[in-house]
């Protein structure tokens, strides 16, 4: 099947991870890249990982500052804000599962362009918060970009350190020996550029994206955001992700402790299917497909990333693609992607 994704052009190329019960099966597929010439894929490419970026990095730096003490879900954001009246309704919880208010995305990076590089942070910082809510706090959920930008900004307020900085250090807490292979900037982590895979040719940046994160509105401020600008190889997430997975059975690491993550992953509210930082399958249709339990935990990254974790079967899938090289109205993976997890559902279950 995933060779048929890259014949049909569903992707260039793909790697796909499954972990069940502590076996672990990863392999690549198709090219690394199509164009300006073909490269054959490799299981060690580094993908842009997107909005994998929110659960990974940012609801971990959190998972770990609320074990710390320093935040408690009852947080309120406001503390760390010039908040308009609306926001001091919010508190973290509400940031985490997408129903603080906000609305999905805004393409700020057109405007953002024309201020000096120093002062876009700030910047995008105030024009989120001078959005207008789009719905009652507490009320809905609206997947939204800008309540994740606003987490990361509290982690470097929270800590005085930078996202990027105080997810390597997490990261460390984690893996105290081989740490995986996950970092926002992979030019300054010296990776060699021929590791990673190209996105789009981008219209706005007049070239082709390597190394360089593909949303827009983190690229304008420098690459380092709460809700994208991570990257990584499959075997990296995947490790990660076993780590939340063996916390939830009891298995502990640091500061990844069994309440901690049942408290992030069996969060439910009225507003809708979202957890804390993670995505739930929706009942109206899941990326994950129709045989996931309703217990699953994931994510979706624009550029053609996701996880999915199925705590009852004790599995994990992982699919890291570059589905926008070379245009990112390539959108052929919609279908394709729960075609596939049901085809390992029934597979290896």
């Given at each position: 099947m995933m060779a048929r994704g890259v014949a049909e052009r569903v992707f260039p190329g793909a790697v796909l991870a499954l972990w069940q019960?502590?076996?672990?099966?990863?392999?690549?597929?198709?090219?690394?890249a199509w164009v300006p010439k073909l490269e054959a894929n490799h299981p060690e490419t580094i993908y842009d990982l997107a909005s994998l970026t929110k659960p990974l990095a940012t609801t971990l730096?959190?998972?770990?500052?609320?074990?710390?003490?320093?935040?408690?879900?009852?947080?309120?954001?406001?503390?760390?804000?010039?908040?308009?009246?609306w926001f001091h309704e919010v508190r973290l919880f509400h940031l985490l599962?997408?129903?603080?208010?906000?609305?999905?995305?805004?393409?700020y990076f057109a405007k953002l362009i024309t201020y000096p590089f120093e002062d876009r942070g700030q910047l995008l910082e105030d024009w989120i918060l001078?959005?207008?809510?789009?719905?009652?706090?507490?009320?809905?959920?609206?997947?939204?970009?800008?309540?994740?930008?606003?987490?990361?900004?509290?982690?470097?307020?929270?800590?005085?350190?930078?996202?990027?900085?105080f997810f390597e250090e997490t990261l460390g807490l984690l893996f105290e020996q081989r740490r995986p292979e996950l970092m926002f900037i992979p030019r300054k982590q010296?990776?060699?550029?021929?590791?990673?895979?190209?996105?789009?040719?981008?219209?706005?940046?007049?070239?082709?994206?390597?190394g360089e994160v593909h949303d827009e509105n983190t690229w304008v401020i420098g690459g380092v955001a709460g809700q994208a600008?991570?990257?990584?190889?499959?075997?990296?997430?995947?490790?990660?992700?076993?780590?939340?997975?063996?916390?939830?059975?009891?298995?502990?690491?640091?500061?990844l402790t069994k309440d901690l993550v049942r408290i992030f992953w069996e969060w439910r509210s009225e507003a809708g299917t979202w957890a804390l930082g993670f995505d739930r399958p929706s009942p109206e249709g899941s990326s994950a497909g129709g045989l996931i339990s309703r217990k699953a935990l994931g994510h979706?990254?624009?550029?053609?990333?996701?996880?999915?974790?199925?705590?009852?079967?004790?599995?994990i899938i992982v699919l890291l693609t570059n589905r926008v090289h070379p245009t990112r109205e390539n959108v052929k993976i919609k279908a394709f992607r729960p075609a596939l997890h049901d085809l390992l559902f029934r597979e290896y279950t």
């Open positions: 019960e502590g076996r672990v099966w990863l392999e690549a597929f198709g090219w690394r730096c959190l998972m770990r500052l609320i074990s710390e003490g320093v935040l408690s879900l009852e947080s309120r954001p406001a503390d760390y804000f010039e908040a308009p009246p599962s997408h129903s603080a208010g906000f609305p999905a995305h805004r393409p001078a959005e207008p809510p789009s719905y009652p706090v507490g009320k809905k959920q609206i997947y939204s970009d800008l309540g994740f930008f606003l987490l990361g900004q509290l982690i470097t307020k929270g800590t005085g350190k930078k996202l990027d900085l010296g990776i060699d550029l021929s590791r990673l895979a190209p996105t789009e040719i981008c219209p706005w940046r007049g070239k082709l994206l390597r600008g991570l990257f990584g190889s499959a075997e990296a997430v995947l490790a990660l992700l076993e780590r939340l997975l063996l916390a939830y059975f009891g298995e502990e690491s640091s500061f979706l990254g624009f550029t053609g990333t996701s996880f999915w974790i199925d705590p009852e079967r004790a599995m």
